[in-house]
């Protein structure tokens, strides 16, 4: 069975910094895709970075030059570098892994917190 599991959220003040970290257990075929995602209170659940099992990456355009998403050779493991924190970036971030081939599907963590003060 698929897990996946975040971590690294926190309380932090504008302008810091944050590393979060997504692992998946359960399967000995890389991910397709592995992406995060941010669901602020009271609103939809968004994209914030994705990338491929070849590496192409890409970001919504709210992050674009503040956060770095990076997949090193273990390949079902993820980071998000969030840089240059504002308020408006606190929420739940969740960790997706896409997979086309073993446990086909979406595969979603319970998500990790970060709280930007300012």
């Known amino acids: 069975q698929v897990q996946v599991v975040e971590s690294g959220g926190g309380l932090v003040q504008a302008g810091g910094s944050l590393r979060l970290s997504c692992s998946v257990s359960?399967?000995?075929?890389?991910?397709?895709?592995m992406a995060w995602y941010r669901q602020a209170p009271g609103k939809q659940r968004e994209l914030v970075a994705s990338?491929?099992?070849?590496?192409?990456?890409a970001y919504a355009d709210f992050v674009k030059g503040r956060f770095t998403i990076s997949r090193p050779y273990t390949r079902n493991i993820v980071y998000l570098q969030l840089n240059s924190l504002k308020p408006e970036d606190t929420g739940a971030y969740y960790c997706?892994?896409?997979?086309?081939?073993?446990?086909?599907?979406?595969?979603w963590g319970q998500g990790t917190q970060v709280t930007v003060s300012s």
């Open positions: 359960g399967s000995l075929i890389g991910a397709k895709t």
């Open positions: 990338i491929t099992n070849n590496d192409i990456t």
């Open positions: 997706l892994a896409h997979f086309i081939v073993g446990p086909v599907g979406d595969h």
